[in-house]
């Protein structure tokens, strides 16, 4: 055998392995996934060619009551850009922990993001959303012009509300109840023309014995006045 012919058969490509590359159907021959994705990261329906549907969901966190857990809070949906419509903070009947109430309109791949990133945060025990049946509430103060008191007052009596404040120019009221509500009353008092308005956002409660948030358990007023008492006394159940 020559040497060229040696030069010939180690030349040879195995039948198996393709001269060039990885084995497999070239680039052109590949399947390609149709559609686009949004700013999330989610594929478009190429033949419904539409976003997926944004719903409005509260969602309601347990949280450590400490100084700066409502700034990283915020701070975290304003780098994720999530749409949040109203957020609220208060203490709970546990000493030491806060409830943050959060109402979010996203699509449900969204929501779900919501809750697992607020989940993460340190100073965070617990997150749920309610249901819809959650008894829901909110605040409005409403500044008015007073050139009709009696009618002011009588929409004020409708919507149950209350007058704060009452002068010659302007009257304060405020209304509270669901979101509905709020929004109607708002609408009725459009009449005597709105000076300045100031709304709370919702805040929620799940109905009924169902905890807000999963494996909550709150504490209880009388049982903290009865502890106290045992103290006070030195006596105690066994």
Known sequence: MSSDDASDEGSEPHPEIPRNGMPGPSPDERPHPEGRRNAKGIRIDPEAEAEPEHRTAVVSALVEHEPGVLSRVSGLFSRRQFNIESLTVGPTTVEGHARITLVVEETDPGIDQVKKQLAKLKPV?????????????????????????????????????RTLDAGPRTITVQITGDQQKIDDAIDA???????????????????????????????????TDEQSDEVKTGTYDD
């Open 125 to 161: 025990i617990q997150v749920g959303e309610l249901d819809d049946d959650a008894v829901r509430a909110e605040l409005v103060v409403l500044k008015v012009r007073g050139e009709e008191p009696d009618k002011v007052q009588a929409i004020t009596e409708m919507y149950e509300g």
């Open 189 to 223: 008092f459009r009449q005597f023309g709105i000076i300045e308005i100031a709304r709370t956002g919702q805040t929620a409660l799940a109905r009924g014995d169902t905890p807000t948030t999963p494996g909550e358990e709150p504490g209880h007023a009388k049982d």
